[in-house]
């Protein structure tokens, strides 16, 4: 299955405590894409201005990326954002967020990205991901993923959106603000009854943890000595997810615990390096070979 996904394409500004890039590529669907590209093709779905670079472009093209639904506009610039870690790397901080050429941003879905089987709703706007489902025909599997900024700013409309989604995906500190509550259980019950049929909760260095109405699943994430640059671990994990999903065409819950494990697999290796640095050198052995090594840490 092909996967469609809209997000945000970026520009970051990232310190952690080992370090700092200035204006590297980002972005919700560029890290999702990036990864999921190991496992299928991707149509990409965003907005960029006049300021990003087209080395970008070429990197994504020659990543099995469709990128004919990415608009360039040329009267503004890129989506801009800058964040730091500090040694609790688990936790993003936002210290600037110019939406610039994304304030104002009306999806427009090429007419070969409308038989999808299989969308993915990044974090962006959520009237940007429900206006992405209006034009798309009849998917099988519809993913969402969300951030604190739009909980904070959106909230009906992301509930509203999650209303149409087969799979939520979001960090912790999503869910119980989303749900007002500090039990990851009953946030994950409050957004099972707004439609989502599973709900994935993302905990960092801690881990996943899966909800259905009558299951539970925890994977662990895979310990590494060395964490670089946390940012785009969520989407590179949902992007392994998504990827191995569409891959298999296999949407049995046995399954969809395998696709768990692809994505935490895709977000550890993301952290390793800064930005994309890391994905940009990644061979298929050596996911299948973490992939392997995450059965044997888990099997008892
Ligand atoms: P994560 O996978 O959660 O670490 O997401 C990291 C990416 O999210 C970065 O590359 C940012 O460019 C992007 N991002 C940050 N804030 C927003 C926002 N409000 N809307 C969309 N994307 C964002």
Known sequence: MKITVVGSVALDTI?????????????SATHFSTAASFFTP???????GSDFPSEHLDFLSSRNVDISGLEINPEGETFR???????????????????????????KIPHDFKNSECVFLANIDPDLQMQVLDQ???????????????????????????????????????????????????ASRKILTWGPKTVIIKKGEHGVLMFTENTHFAAPAFPLEDIADPT????????????????????????I??????????????VEDFGLNR??????????FR?????EITGF
């Open 15 to 27: 310190k952690t405590p080992f370090g700092k890039i200035d204006d590297a590529l980002g972005g």
């Open 42 to 48: 991707i149509n990409l779905v965003g907005v960029v």
């Open 81 to 107: 954002w800058e964040g730091y870690y500090e040694f609790d790397l688990n936790t993003a901080h936002t210290l600037d967020t110019k939406l610039n050429v994304l304030s104002t941003f009306e999806p």
């Open 136 to 186: 798309v025909f009849s998917p099988k599997l519809v993913v969402l993923d969300t951030m604190n900024f739009w909980i904070e700013h959106k909230k009906d409309e992301l509930i509203q959106a999650l209303r149409k989604v087969d799979i939520a995906v979001m960090n912790d500190a999503e869910a119980r603000e989303l749900c007002q509550t500090h039990s990851l259980l009953e």
């Open 232 to 255: 785009g671990a969520g989407d590179s994990f949902a992007g392994g997810f998504l990827g191995y999903l569409a891959k298999s065409s296999d949407l049995s819950e046995p399954n």
């Open 257 to 270: 615990r395998k696709a768990v494990v692809y994505g935490s697999v895709m977000a550890s290796f993301n």
């Open 279 to 288: 994905m940009k050198r990644l061979t298929q052995e050596e996911i299948e």
């Open 291 to 295: 992939y392997s090594a995450f059965k």
